[in-house]
């Protein structure tokens, strides 16, 4: 059964908002996404898992952004093509924490914070599109 982009989306970030404590796998009859977490404020996002979720022919693992390189290498990606100049700083910002705030300071300042959000929207549906394309998983068409 076919799933839409859109659930996939949605579930990449409720798993980026867990930070590691969740888990979601798909469906690959159905479709549905199910999520498990043990993150205490997001307990209405947590399903009963069902009793087979092990078996890869029914069930696949939803990726994490880290999975798919949709942190720190989509970050310098977009440095190399849209801030060039910048590059050497934003792989600097990125050695030390609080890297994300910084980075979209440096953004604003360099008025390029649309064109990131722009970037990582396009780069984060390619790579779930890839990455059902590796695991047979078929995609609804957009209305």
């Given at each position: 059964m076919p799933t839409s982009l859109q659930q996939l989306l949605d579930a990449l970030e409720l798993l980026d908002m867990q930070k590691g404590l969740g888990e979601a796998y798909l469906?690959?009859?159905?479709?549905?996404?199910?999520?498990?977490?043990?993150?205490?404020?997001?307990?209405e996002f947590n399903d009963e898992l069902p009793d087979d979720i092990e078996d890869d022919e029914k069930y696949v693992a939803m990726p994490s952004k880290r999975d798919l390189d949709l942190g720190k290498p989509l970050v310098l990606d977009f440095a190399r093509q849209y801030l060039p100049d910048d590059f050497d700083?934003?792989?600097?910002?990125?050695?030390?924490?609080?890297?994300?705030g910084n980075f979209k300071a440096l953004l604003t300042r360099r008025k390029a914070l649309n064109q990131w959000y722009d970037f990582e929207t396009k780069e984060t549906e390619?790579?779930?599109r890839d990455w059902c394309a590796v695991h047979g998983i078929a995609l609804a068409e957009s209305k």
């Open positions: 469906c690959r009859r159905t479709g549905k996404i199910y999520h498990h977490t043990e993150y205490g404020d997001l307990q700083e934003v792989r600097a910002i990125f050695s030390k924490r609080g890297a994300y390619r790579a779930l």
